[in-house]
């Protein structure tokens, strides 16, 4: 079954890959080893990089204040294209885009992720409903030092208008459909099977 062949409309609150862009927020070596669980965040952060790659999803890296917080952690950055620096929290000045409406594209659905949470994340998120873009903040694959603080930003994105959900979930929705080659892409990055 193809997308074309389906007999009824699709909700536009699922991520479909022909709208979306990902967005990795300043995962960045001198921030990640206090981040708990940072191993955890940068394997659902590969896992969406490498999906974007079979979808061939526009991908975006930044880094804040790189000369002090250094560069973006290796095993990400190899899968990234060069990131943008920046210096103001909210990364959504760096990006560049705009207004939604001002999009030449459709990919006005943005996949946010990266650390802290209640910072960069957060304000880029707030700053990005703002402009007009459709936030979705994988809550696996944001962090912050402290648990309060995760919880709290992912709270307050949510109350704004972001939609959380996870990793495994946006990829699925990513795929749309079992059967085709990108599928079985997908299902081997998340059971981990080559």
């Known amino acids: 079954m193809t997308e074309s062949a389906r ?19 300043d995962v960045q070596e ?19 990089i490498q999906a974007a790659r ?9 880094e804040q204040y ?6 973006t952690v290796p095993e990400l950055a190899e899968l990234l294209p060069a990131p943008k620096e920046k210096l103001y929290f909210s990364a959504s000045e760096c990006l560049g ?10 990919r006005t659905k943005i996949v946010l992720t990266g650390i802290e949470a209640h910072i960069c994340v957060q304000q880029t998120a707030l700053d990005l409903l703002a402009l007009g873009y459709r936030v ?4 696996d694959a944001v962090a912050s030092r402290n648990q309060l603080d995760w919880e709290i930003a992912l ?25 085709t080659g990108e599928f079985k892409q997908i299902s081997r990055l998340v059971t981990g099977k080559s």
Do not use: Y
């Open 7 to 25: 007999s009824f409309p699709r909700s536009i609150d699922l991520l479909s890959h022909q709208e979306c862009q990902l967005v990795v927020v």
């Open 30 to 48: 001198k921030l990640l080893p206090v981040i708990p669980q940072g191993d955890q965040l940068v394997k659902r952060i590969q896992q969406l």
């Open 54 to 62: 079979v979808f061939e999803i526009p991908m975006s890296c930044t």
């Open 66 to 71: 790189p000369k002090g917080l250094g560069p």
């Open 97 to 106: 885009w705009g207004a939604a409406a001002n999009m030449v594209d459709s």
């Open 136 to 139: 979705t903040i994988p809550a």
């Open 155 to 179: 709270k307050r994105m949510e109350n704004s208008g972001a939609s959380i959900t996870t990793t495994e979930s946006i990829l699925f929705e990513w795929c749309d459909v079992a059967g």
